[in-house]
């Protein structure tokens, strides 16, 4: 049975009673809502019993009354009395308030599928009211859901007060209730009533209250109306444009707008939705205005919320034209036609395309953002330009601000009064820096004058200065100690946004206005800017109290929703909140810190200046500034601010704690911070004052720090000056800026004395024509942006100025010697400055300098010591943490105090570990290892004077033998300042004490070579050699004598034998010390002897006899030097016979050698004589030597010298017994013409040998295990007895297989005189893993030469010995090689030949004609003329002229005529040949014979004597044939004919040099024919023309040989005749040069890509390329 039945009067009353029991014993969330789906059904006219236990049968039961009662409209009006249905709502929001605070109850299966079904069928019939409530009943709410149940309760007594109780006071405040408690403010606050649903409860209340007469309540009432009308407009305002679809789908909207549509606006609510902001506003300005303004007497809270009221109303009444405003570019652009309908020029109604088109456009957040800020200052302008040209009412209303002045609350509301001041503060801010930068882009027509900003500049300081002087310095005093300084304390939120607000804008407007005091004239708000110092102050303490707050790094909330339609993070607000903190505390403790300095009782003091700079140089380094940073940091100036104090330029010395990035970093932020200052907060651009300051800053930077670019500074003082001359910001900071940059032009020109002095005295007029005043009198200081602005501050600036030149100038006249004038300018400094430390100093480094030059014996000696003493110590006192003083005194205790001296180097080193003075000064008077900790704290630091430390530690590491590490100090030392040039530095004269030779000392040149040894000890002898060179040249070429020593040895090491000798000389004849004489003496010999021997390699034999001359004026002391003079004399073994022009009894030597009549008894020339006297000096050196060794106590190691000197002997003697036997014909063959044969016929050269022999067994002896002692022994014995030498060679070998490469290369030659060749070839395959050596390549010829013997193999044999001998030649020119090739080039293997290759054939033969005479002729002149052989060179001679004679083709001519018949004389006579078959047995030599050209020669026995003398004639006959007269005889036509056919060849080849040449010697010819007679003057033109291209041709093609002959002027790259067969040989080349050179000087006929010649040098450069050119050879003269 159903429990729904019609309702009647009584049923609603008895269900009332109800209803009021069960809301009275609610306690399950699930009953309260049965209840409401009842009160319901009883609104619909349903009357539903109320179960007494309700369970799931009995909620279904009512689902189902829902279900049919759903769609069912509510009760008229009239139907039942208005009690009972104002009761009956009055139990529905009674219901739903008990509601809200149940215990959640669990819903069953059945009662969930129920519920959806009847859900279903709210849906159905649109029955809004059920569907919420079911809705509700089948959904687990959270805690914050409750809201909805609270809204439901609100409607229901809503609805019930308005239609049935209007009178009804509890009805109204029962609705008041709920609407305060969907506030989400706890307690009963003005929090709590700004909410729209509190204004129709109140409106009622207030009218039944005035119907009452309770005037105190009404004025109550509408106080907590205007908050909730301000509550409504806040609402609207942060609900946006409320153009948000919304949900129409029962199943799709969300709860809380089921409640809105469904309960909340079925009441009044939605008559006030419908008003507009402006009418919101005007209700509530009616509203406030309608209650008295609090009385003086009122209490504080009370004061406070009406103010608040009204500068709330005032605030939202601005933020509600913006969101109009906004609302309306929203609407527009959201109605803006398409593009493409735009363009197509269609009108009338838009299209349903168009519509979607135009409803599809996304406006973003950062649009709306965009369009707000806009607005708002377009808004702001708007209200600044009524109020300035008004003048009646202030921008912001103060009420709120001076109740917060003087009130003691707390709480809330006081918490939203900060708040509301504080965006008072940033209205008035925003509004200056909108009106600046509307300013500054010129546009409006705003009043933009410079008063105008001022005046809006002093409205945001006219209202925070006495909230900061009132309200935050009550604040400061209470988190203060008795001290005065701040505590780490506790701020809240709201006090603490606002007291950074409020600091922030004063700092900020003292940074912006400072460039507009400049220009105002108006003193109307000089009241106000005045205090500004004094609110700089306060701030300061302000931003210190934030900074110790606890709850520093947590910004509000409301930075966030500050705006309504701001886009930024929250995460992006705090951090620009803190950066904007840090950075406006920065700025401020910039002021602070110069305020404290210039208020100081004792004055202005250069340390207080110099810890500011200190401390601004640290913060303005701390990180570089970009982005959010730079924004945040220009809108105080603090970048500039801080570049002001660390520069410090002005009134101390620039940039005293910063080196040159560090400098650069702080323009760079600085100059970013101008531009960020302008660009983002409109600051005042007009005057280029900070600009030039900049500039001067920077100058100062760039020339006065190491490593800055020095001309960039002097074109930046330049350009200042210019700047500063059409400036106009006060006379006196023009005037100081200007003295600025000439005492920096002056510095800069400190190595010109003109030009220094000059600047310096320029800038002492200047300064001269400043007022003393100091800073302007027409406006204050914003302290202290520019120094010159502060009275004090221009004073101390211009006495410091004053003083600074004058030490400037008095340093000029110190460099000019102008004693007496510096003295007197040095004076004048202190006296204009006396609290200037730099004066002071200057003074006393002159008294010191004085004493310095001063003679101990003057008068006044003690005198300048004392004043030295006084000032310096004076200037200690003045800056304590200064090191010069100290360092300057412990040079002055260095004379005669050295603990005291040792004492203030300390103290030095103490303040500044860098002093170069202290340092040095410390390590003359304590030992070395002593320094090390002061090193170590010197190179610590990046200090360009700590060269004097890197130099120290470099030597203790150079003392421990740790090289890598002592390079890297003295390099690091040579790049300091200090090291590089000390004569420029202030103090450098002080570097060196006051006792060493400033002339002549060089630090740096020391430490060069201190670089270079250890170098030497490295192994690097090029970097080494490099060191050493620098230190000559940084020397100035006055190195000492132990370091051109040293050199010496370096260059010696790297084969630099003549520089060696040159740095000997030099230590020789500036050394005093007789060991290092001797020393240098040493290495000289050992390089001259290197010269020798290099010389001799390179066949310059006269070169190398004259070292041989140089070092015989060696002394001569030791065993060293004495075997060293040796070694020299023994080089003359090798020089060729010729070279001994002069008596070698000449030389200045002890050990010449004598010129006796020892060797009388030979048939050899002079020069061998010569030759072997120069040994026979050897000898004498060698035994003085040993003589010296033996006379000592004979211990091991002078044995060995013994063995040495006796070895060197017996080689001596060996060596003049092979020159002599060479020189009596060894090696020409018989049995008498070896040294085994010669010593019996000759018994001096058998005592010469076993002299010899004797020698090396006495080294034997002495030391049995000296190789080369055996393998001497066994060269001298081989004559002797074959078989011991082989044993020696053998001992050797087995002494040292790898060391002795001679012994090798004796056993080879053995084994292959007795013709084992194979065990010789194994031997010298042995050699070849020892030593490549000349010797051994020509016993591998010889082995060659000895395999020739088999007739098959002989040509192939020949060929491979005579390139054994080319190879011996390679290492040395050994006679033995030259005689060898010279025997064995000619030997053509005829089987190698082809047949038809007769040009290759001839060529071959050819050269190896040339190659053997050339062998020959060297050889001849190396062992001398005497030597049997010399035969044979003359036969090679005459078959060079046959050849001549052959090529020539003259029949007639009588030098013809004379040679031929010369040559059938030499062939009737028998050729010398050996044929002696005992003696050809018996050498085992093969036959040697010449092979000539033109008749075959055949071997015959000797008949007579060779004509040597006819011989010799007939040939200088044929060399002298001249070709050129030879062919005068030649038929004149034919030569005609050859001319035309010459001509034809090049026309046809022009690129041809050979056809070129040929044509040029035609030419020639037929010029010769003509010579003396009238021949046409083009010949010799044509001629020289020919033989220039032929030189040109033939010149590139052998310099750049290539496949394709290269492009010359004048021919055709389109030539077919392109490729070179073969490359241009030397002769013709020569030829064609000879030619060239022989008609004339080019110059006349130079053209472009033409070789430039000069005629001697051609003709030498010709006969160097072909000695045989008789062209060339005439015209050098060297021959007839």
């Known amino acids: 049975m159903s429990n729904s039945t019609p309702l009647t009067p009584t049923k609603l009353k008895d269900q009332l009673t109800s209803l009021r029991e069960s809301i009275t014993s609610l306690s399950a969330s699930i009953t309260g809502y049965a209840i409401l789906l009842i009160i319901e059904l009883a609104s619909r006219d349903i009357h539903y019993a109320i179960p007494t236990d309700l369970d799931d049968a009995d909620i279904i039961s009512l689902l189902e009354a829902v279900n049919t009662t759903a769609g069912k409209p509510a009760i008229a009006k009239d139907a039942y009395p208005a009690q009972l249905m104002a009761a009956l709502y009055a139990a529905g929001g009674m219901a739903a308030s008990a509601l809200s605070s149940c215990t959640k109850s669990n819903r069953s299966n059945s009662v969930r599928e129920a519920c959806s079904k009847t859900m279903k069928r709210c849906s159905d019939v649109d029955d809004g009211k059920f569907y919420t409530l079911l809705k509700l009943l089948s959904s687990d709410l959270s805690h914050d859901d409750n809201t909805l149940i609270t809204d439901i309760a609100y409607a229901n007594y809503l609805y019930g007060a308005e239609k049935y109780g209007v009178d009804q006071m509890p009805m109204w405040k029962r609705c008041l209730d709920c609407a305060i408690s969907t506030s989400g403010e706890s307690g009963e606050n003005h929090q709590s009533y700004m909410n729209a649903k509190a204004i129709v409860p109140l409106k009622n209340m207030i009218r039944i209250a005035q119907s009452k007469g309770n005037t105190k309540r009404v004025e109550e009432l509408r106080v907590w109306l205007v908050c909730g009308y301000i509550g409504a407009i806040q609402s609207r305002l942060n609900n946006g444009d409320g153009d948000r679809k919304e949900e129409t789908v029962f199943d799709k909207m969300p709860l809380h707008q089921l409640v809105d549509v469904f309960f909340l606006r079925k009441t009044s609510l939605v008559k006030l939705d419908r008003e507009s902001l402006e009418c919101l506003l005007e209700l509530a300005g009616e509203c406030l205005s309608a209650c008295p303004a609090p009385m003086n007497t009122a209490s504080d809270e009370s004061k406070l919320l009406y103010f608040y009221l009204q500068t709330q109303i005032h605030h939202l009444s601005e933020e509600a034209k913006i969101f109009e405003e906004v609302q309306q570019l929203i609407r527009a652009k959201k109605n803006r036609l398409p593009e493409n309908e735009a363009k197509s020029g269609k009108s009338g109604k838009l299209s349903t395309d168009a519509v979607k088109s135009s409803a599809a456009v996304n406006i973003t957040m950062a649009d709306k953002a965009e369009m707000y800020n806009q607005t708002r200052q377009k808004l702001l302008l708007d209200a600044w330009s009524q109020w300035y040209n008004a003048q009646e009412k202030e921008l912001v209303p103060l009420g709120l601000r001076d109740s917060i002045n003087h009130c003691e609350a707390s709480g809330p509301l006081l918490n939203d009064c900060l708040r509301m001041v504080k965006l008072q503060i940033e209205q008035l801010f925003d509004t200056a820096i909108a009106l600046q930068q509307r300013r500054n882009e010129k546009k409006g027509k705003l009043n933009l004058t410079s008063e105008g900003l001022l005046s809006c500049w002093n409205q945001v300081l006219s209202f925070v200065s006495p909230l900061l002087m009132g309200y935050l310095s009550a604040v400061i005093s209470k988190h203060s100690d008795t001290t005065g300084s701040i505590k780490d304390s506790i701020i809240e939120n709201p006090l603490e946004t606002l007291i950074g607000s409020v600091s922030q804008s004063i700092v900020s407007a003292a940074w912006m206005c400072d460039p507009l005091m400049s220009k105002c004239t108006a003193t109307m708000h000089e009241t106000t800017f005045q205090k500004v110092p004094q609110l700089l102050s306060t701030a300061h303490q302000c931003l210190m109290l934030l900074q110790r707050s606890s709850r520093r790094n947590q910004l509000s909330e409301e930075l966030v929703q500050k705006k309504a339609f701001s886009s930024d993070d929250g995460s992006d607000l705090a951090k620009m909140e803190l950066l904007l903190l840090d950075y406006s505390l920065a700025s401020t403790e910039v002021r602070m810190d110069l305020t404290t300095a210039l208020g100081a009782d004792s004055g202005i003091s250069t340390n207080s200046l110099s810890s500011i700079a200190h401390k601004s140089t640290l913060a303005a380094v701390a990180s570089t500034k970009s982005g959010v940073e730079l924004k945040a940091s220009s809108k105080f100036g603090t970048s500039f601010l801080q570049f002001t104090s660390a520069w410090s330029g002005l009134y101390m010395n620039p940039w005293p704690f910063c080196n040159l990035g560090q400098g650069r970093t702080i323009l760079r932020n600085a100059r970013d911070s101008l531009v960020q200052a302008a660009k983002v907060w409109g600051r005042e651009v007009g005057s280029n004052l900070e600009d030039i300051v900049l500039g001067i800053g920077e100058a100062d930077l760039e020339g006065g720090i190491t490593g800055g670019f020095v001309q960039r500074a002097k074109q930046l003082y330049e350009e200042s000056l210019g700047a500063l001359e059409s400036l106009d910001v006060g006379d006196g900071g023009v005037k100081l800026l200007r003295a600025h940059c000439l005492v920096g032009l002056s510095r800069i020109s400190s190595m010109n004395d003109v030009d220094s002095e000059r600047y310096a005295r320029a800038a002492l007029d200047t300064l001269s024509a400043i007022e003393s005043e100091g800073a302007r009198s027409s406006r204050c200081a914003l302290i202290c942006v520019y120094p010159w602005d502060e009275r004090l501050l221009s004073i101390f600036a211009r006495s410091y100025h004053e003083s600074l030149s004058r030490q400037l100038v008095?340093?000029?006249?110190?460099?000019?010697?102008?004693?007496?004038?510096?003295?007197?300018?040095?004076?004048?400094?202190?006296?204009?400055?006396?609290?200037?430390?730099?004066?002071?100093?200057?003074?006393?480094?002159?008294?010191?300098?004085?004493?310095?030059?001063?003679?101990?014996?003057?008068?006044?000696?003690?005198?300048?010591?004392?004043?030295?003493?006084?000032?310096?110590?004076?200037?200690?006192?003045?800056?304590?943490?200064?090191?010069?003083?100290?360092?300057?005194?412990?040079?002055?205790?260095?004379?005669?105090?050295?603990?005291?001296?040792?004492?203030?180097?300390?103290?030095?080193?103490?303040?500044?570990?860098?002093?170069?003075?202290?340092?040095?000064?410390?390590?003359?008077?304590?030992?070395?290892?002593?320094?090390?900790?002061?090193?170590?704290?010197?190179?610590?630091?990046?200090?360009?004077?700590?060269?004097?430390?890197?130099?120290?530690?470099?030597?203790?590491?150079?003392?421990?033998?740790?090289?890598?590490?002592?390079?890297?100090?003295?390099?690091?030392?040579?790049?300091?300042?200090?090291?590089?040039?000390?004569?420029?530095?202030?103090?450098?004269?002080?570097?060196?004490?006051?006792?060493?030779?400033n002339e002549s000392y060089c630090e740096s040149a020391e430490i060069w070579c201190e670089l270079a040894s250890c170098y030497r000890h490295m192994g690097k002898w090029s970097g080494s050699h490099r060191a050493y060179d620098s230190a000559y040249a940084v020397s100035k070429k006055n190195m000492s004598p132990n370091s051109l020593v040293d050199w010496a040895q370096v260059e010696l090491e790297l084969g630099l034998y003549?520089?060696?000798?040159?740095?000997?000389?030099?230590?020789?004849?500036?050394?005093?010390?007789?060991?290092?004489?001797?020393?240098?003496?040493?290495?000289?010999?050992?390089?001259?002897?290197?010269?020798?021997?290099?010389?001799?390699?390179?066949?310059?034999?006269?070169?190398?006899?004259?070292?041989?001359?140089?070092?015989?004026?060696?002394?001569?002391?030791?065993?060293?030097?004495?075997?060293?003079?040796?070694?020299?004399?023994?080089?003359?073994?090798?020089?060729?016979?010729?070279?001994?022009?002069?008596?070698?009894?000449?030389?200045?030597?002890?050990?010449?050698?004598?010129?006796?009549?020892?060797?009388?008894?030979?048939?050899?020339?002079?020069?061998?004589?010569?030759?072997?006297?120069?040994?026979?000096?050897?000898?004498?050196?060698?035994?003085?030597?040993?003589?010296?060794?033996?006379?000592?106590?004979?211990?091991?190691?002078?044995?060995?010298?013994?063995?040495?000197?006796?070895?060197?002997?017996?080689?001596?003697?060996?060596?003049?017994?092979?020159?002599?036997?060479?020189?009596?014909?060894?090696g020409s063959g018989g049995e008498t013409s070896s040294i085994s044969g010669l010593k019996d016929q000759h018994g001096h050269l058998l005592n010469i040998i076993e002299e010899s022999i004797k020698s090396f067994m006495f080294a034997v002896e002495n030391n049995p295990v000296d190789s080369s002692a055996w393998c001497g022994l066994g060269c001298a014995i081989v004559a002797i007895d074959p078989l011991k030498a082989q044993h020696s060679f053998a001992r050797a070998l087995q002494l040292d297989k790898m060391g002795i490469p001679e012994a090798w290369t004796n056993i080879g030659v053995m084994f292959t005189h007795y013709d084992f060749r194979s065990i010789a070839s194994e031997v010298l395959d042995s050699l070849t893993q020892v030593e490549d050596t000349p010797l051994m390549w020509i016993c591998r010829g010889l082995l060659f030469e000895s395999a020739a013997n088999v007739w098959q193999k002989q040509g192939a044999s020949l060929l491979k010995a005579a390139d054994a001998y080319r190879a011996a030649l390679q290492l040395f020119q050994h006679p033995s090689a030259l005689l060898g090739l010279s025997l064995t080039c000619r030997r053509n293997d005829l089987s190698l030949m082809a047949v038809n290759d007769e040009i290759y054939s001839a060529l071959a033969c050819e050269a190896s004609k040339n190659e053997s005479l050339l062998s020959m002729s060297v050889y001849q002149s190396i062992a001398g003329n005497t030597n049997h052989l010399a035969h044979v060179d003359l036969f090679m001679k005459l078959e060079k002229a046959l050849d001549r004679l052959v090529s020539n083709n003259d029949e007639t001519g009588e030098d013809g005529l004379q040679v031929k018949s010369l040559v059938d004389m030499i062939h009737e006579r028998k050729l010398v040949c050996i044929d002696d078959d005992h003696v050809r047995k018996k050498s085992k030599t093969m036959d040697c014979e010449i092979d000539f050209a033109t008749v075959p020669l055949k071997k015959a026995t000797i008949t007579g004597s060779v004509p040597f003398k006819m011989i010799n004639e007939a040939i200088d006959n044929v060399l002298t044939v001249d070709s050129m007269a030879m062919s005068r005889h030649n038929n004149t036509q034919t030569k005609q004919i050859a001319v035309e056919d010459a001509r034809n060849a090049?026309?046809?080849?022009?690129?041809?040099?050979?056809?070129?040449?040929?044509?040029?010697?035609?030419?020639?010819?037929?010029?010769?024919?003509?010579?003396?007679?009238?021949?046409?003057?083009?010949?010799?033109?044509?001629?020289?023309?020919?033989?220039?291209?032929?030189?040109?041709?033939?010149?590139?093609?052998?310099?750049?040989?290539?496949?394709?002959?290269?492009?010359?002027?004048?021919?055709?790259?389109?030539?077919?005749?392109?490729?070179?067969?073969?490359?241009?040989?030397?002769?013709i080349v020569s030829e064609s040069l000879s030619l060239v050179s022989w008609l004339g000087d080019l110059d006349s006929v130079e053209k472009k890509g033409e070789t430039t010649l000069n005629p001697l040098a051609s003709m030498q450069e010709a006969y160097m390329l072909d000695p045989t050119n008789n062209i060339s050879a005439k015209a050098l003269m060297l021959k007839c």
């Open 810 to 997: 008095a340093e000029q006249l110190i460099r000019s010697t102008r004693l007496d004038e510096a003295h007197s300018f040095l004076r004048d400094a202190v006296e204009s400055a006396p609290f200037n430390f730099d004066a002071s100093f200057a003074l006393g480094a002159f008294h010191l300098r004085k004493f310095m030059f001063s003679n101990r014996d003057s008068h006044d000696f003690d005198t300048l010591k004392k004043e030295a003493k006084t000032v310096l110590l004076k200037s200690a006192k003045m800056s304590t943490a200064s090191p010069l003083p100290f360092a300057l005194l412990g040079t002055l205790y260095e004379q005669d105090d050295i603990a005291r001296a040792v004492g203030c180097f300390k103290k030095a080193l103490l303040l500044d570990p860098s002093d170069p003075v202290a340092g040095r000064g410390l390590k003359r008077l304590l030992p070395l290892e002593d320094m090390r900790q002061f090193c170590d704290a010197s190179v610590k630091q990046h200090s360009a004077y700590n060269g004097w430390a890197w130099r120290i530690v470099g030597q203790l590491r150079l003392s421990q033998g740790n090289y890598d590490s002592a390079v890297i100090c003295f390099q690091q030392a040579l790049r300091c300042r200090d090291m590089q040039d000390p004569d420029r530095e202030v103090l450098g004269l002080f570097y060196t004490g006051l006792k060493v030779d």
């Open 1058 to 1226: 003549d520089e060696s000798i040159d740095r000997c000389n030099e230590a020789i004849s500036s050394c005093a010390n007789t060991q290092l004489k001797r020393l240098a003496s040493y290495i000289k010999g050992k390089a001259i002897i290197s010269m020798a021997r290099q010389n001799l390699q390179d066949g310059k034999y006269g070169l190398a006899y004259g070292y041989i001359k140089l070092g015989a004026s060696m002394r001569c002391d030791s065993y060293s030097e004495l075997k060293l003079l040796g070694d020299l004399y023994s080089v003359g073994e090798a020089l060729p016979s010729y070279v001994f022009v002069e008596d070698v009894s000449e030389f200045s030597n002890e050990c010449a050698p004598d010129d006796d009549d020892e060797y009388e008894e030979y048939i050899i020339t002079v020069e061998i004589k010569r030759k072997l006297r120069l040994l026979q000096a050897a000898k004498v050196a060698y035994s003085k030597a040993l003589e010296m060794v033996r006379s000592e106590n004979t211990i091991e190691e002078e044995k060995n010298l013994t063995a040495a000197a006796a070895t060197d002997i017996g080689c001596i003697l060996l060596a003049q017994a092979r020159i002599i036997s060479l020189a009596l014909g060894d």
């Open 1546 to 1627: 090049v026309y046809l080849n022009p690129e041809n040099g050979e056809l070129w040449l040929n044509f040029a010697k035609l030419l020639v010819q037929e010029l010769c024919v003509n010579f003396g007679q009238c021949s046409p003057p083009t010949i010799l033109s044509s001629a020289k023309a020919a033989a220039s291209r032929a030189y040109n041709i033939l010149y590139a093609s052998a310099v750049h040989a290539s496949m394709i002959s290269p492009t010359t002027e004048g021919t055709s790259d389109r030539s077919e005749n392109r490729v070179n067969s073969i490359v241009a040989s030397a002769d």
